[in-house]
T-cell receptor
Framework: EPEVTQTPSHQVTQMGQEVILRCVPI?????FYWYRQILGQKVEFLVS????????KSEIFDDQFSVERPDGSNFTLKIRSTKLEDSAMYFC?????????????FGPGTRLTVT | GNSVTQMEGPVTLSEEAFLTINCTYT??????LFWYVQYPGEGLQLLLK?????DKGSNKGFEATYRKETTSFHLEKGSVQVSDSAVYFC?????????????FGGGTRVLVKP
């Protein structure tokens, strides 16, 4: 069964450093998403991406964040200058296009620890 | 805006007990409703979904019915197992420009004891 993969599984970085979280969505999916889950809190939407551009972003997704689909398979989330409060589990998800209620398939997540 | 409210946990049960997790929602537009499950150390997996009023989603013995009149989507299982110990998230999406962006509830941790 196809699955979404994410690397690395755990990233430790120092405050102010740049990090890139990588995701490989399911190959025939067209919508891509990033969510985050701060420890013990709810899963929060960050950004959605379709047709090579951001289709919606939340207020969390400020200028420190960016997303990119650099080739036909990878989907990346970059945090330019990490803060302590960016420590969270980051989930990538993908779904097929054009259907209300279409299932999103989630990757296993990257745990980001900012020290 | 869209929001999901679900009962806080943790919920601790004995094996073979009946499980109910309440979920209510507010949405602009006509939402699709989901239950996702997160097992320890893993990502989110879709457990079941319903896309219109009165639909019942079911999977692995779990059920939830889309109740538009009460804006609810309560999760139930008649006889839980230790392997059902996990965090359960109720979520909704309203299809639009952002595709099927999910709005999640706070999650309910369920612990099933032998």
């Amino acid at each position: 069964e196809p699955e979404v993969t994410q690397t690395p599984s755990h990233q430790v970085t120092q405050m102010g450093q740049e990090v890139i979280l990588r995701c490989v969505p399911i190959s025939n999916h067209l919508y891509f998403y990033w969510y985050r889950q701060i420890l013990g809190q709810k899963v929060e939407f960050l950004v959605s991406f379709y047709n090579n551009e951001i289709s919606e972003k939340s207020e969390i997704f400020d200028d420190q964040f960016s997303v990119e689909r650099p080739d036909g398979s990878n989907f990346t989330l970059k945090i330019r200058s990490t803060k302590l409060e960016d420590s969270a589990m980051y989930f990538c998800a993908s779904s097929e296009a054009g259907l209300a209620g279409a299932e999103q398939y989630f990757g296993p997540g990257t745990r980001l620890t900012v020290t | 805006g869209n929001s999901v409210t679900q009962m806080e946990g943790p919920v601790t049960l004995s094996e073979e007990a009946f499980l109910t997790i309440n979920c209510t929602y507010t949405a602009t537009g006509y939402p699709s409703l989901f239950w996702y499950v997160q097992y320890p150390g893993e990502g989110l997996q879709l457990l079941l979904k319903a896309t219109k009023a009165d639909d019942k989603g079911s999977n692995k013995g779990f059920e939830a019915t889309y109740r538009k009149e009460t804006t609810s989507f309560h999760l139930e299982k008649g006889s839980v197992q230790v392997s059902d110990s996990a965090v359960y998230f109720c979520a909704l999406s309203v299809f639009g420009a952002a595709g099927n962006k999910l709005t999640f509830g706070g999650g309910t941790r369920v612990l099933v004891k032998p």
